[in-house]
């Protein structure tokens, strides 16, 4: 009788770099820091600019967990 194969065993992604996600997440929810009209920016308000600032810190946090984080076979 062949011996039974199981499939390979999947890693876990615990790895501590994941906690670098919570502030793209958390950030933009803070509505404090944009319910402003002050200061302006090349004539755009606080909101707009502020709402480009935090795709960049989204991808930026996003880039640096995926690096530390991607398994190298």
Do not use: K
């Amino acid at each position: 009788m062949p011996a039974q194969s199981h499939p390979p065993e999947r890693g876990t992604d615990r790895s501590p770099w994941n906690w670098l996600l919570l502030p793209a997440i958390v950030v933009p929810l803070l509505t404090f820091l944009f319910n402003h009209d002050e200061p302006r920016l090349l004539g755009f308000p606080v909101f707009y600019w502020l709402q480009m600032a935090f795709i960049l810190l989204g991808v930026a946090c996003t880039t640096v967990v995926y690096r530390m984080t991607r398994r190298r076979d």
